[in-house]
């Protein structure tokens, strides 16, 4: 089955306003969490990143939400801006060099 | 220091063809892994090294899929006989260890006729 799910495949929001990107997990052995962005026609890059002994963790304009007994992490982006739209990946990985799993992805529009 | 690198960029194949890709990971990185991204999904793992060792390799298709990274550095993915439903980018992607950051490559799309 899929490890990791990304269960809205589209999200539009306003200039200036908050996207909330959500992804739901499956393994209790993922000890590592992240979002990745990418444009059309390039490969993804990490955005942000949080281990599993933290709830929550902030940079800029970004905020990662780790909800462990829920299996659950977000990405929250405030004030966001038009170039944020992309697809946004979410991915996760256990202890021991696990499998690095990622979800379908979560295409972003931010209308000006 | 140098990214992922990858060769073709692009690859166009009539069904039943063979192709190979190559990877060049960053300089140090112990993990190497081949994702395929089918247009509009997210990457799906296909295999991963840990230096020469595949870790795991249970999703590659074996009857058609092979991968090998026989000094634990570049590795190479074969397609023996492509399919139409293996049109897709294929990414590969490294890493230092467990649990960090994964550097992909641009990729190599693929297009079965």
């Known amino acids: 089955g899929q490890q990791v799910k990304q269960s809205s495949p589209s999200l539009t929001v306003q200039e200036g306003g908050i996207s909330i990107l959500n992804c739901d997990y499956e393994?209790?052995?993922?000890?590592?969490f992240a979002w990745y962005k990418k444009y059309p026609d390039n490969s993804p890059t990490l955005l942000i990143s949080?281990?599993?002994?933290?709830d929550k963790r902030e940079d800029g304009r970004l905020t990662v939400f780790l909800n462990k007994s829920g299996k659950h992490f977000s990405l929250h982006i405030t004030a966001s801006q038009p170039e944020d739209t992309a697809v946004y990946l979410c991915?996760?990985?256990?202890?021991?060099?696990?499998?690095?799993?990622f979800g379908k992805g979560t295409s972003l529009t931010v209308i000006p | 220091e140098a990214g992922v690198t990858q060769s073709p960029r692009y690859a166009v194949l009539q069904e039943g063809q063979a192709v190979s890709f190559w990877c060049d990971p960053i300089?140090?990185?112990?993990?190497l892994y081949w994702y395929q991204q089918p247009r509009d999904q997210g990457p799906q793992l296909l295999v991963y090294?840990?230096?020469?060792?595949?870790?795991?390799n249970s999703q590659l298709p074996s009857d058609r899929f092979s991968a090998v990274r026989p000094k634990g550095t570049n590795s190479t993915l074969k397609i023996q006989s492509a399919k139409q439903g293996d049109t897709a980018t294929y990414l590969c992607?490294?890493?230092?260890?467990?649990?960090?950051?994964?550097?992909f490559g641009a990729g190599t799309r693929l297009s079965v006729l």
């Open positions: 300089s140090g990185h112990d993990t």
């Open positions: 992607a490294s890493s230092l260890g467990g649990g960090n950051t994964l550097y």
């Open positions: 393994n209790d052995m993922f000890d590592y």
């Open positions: 949080v281990r599993s002994n933290v």
């Open positions: 090294f840990r230096d020469e060792a595949v870790i795991d």
């Open positions: 991915a996760a990985e256990g202890t021991g060099y696990q499998n690095f799993y």
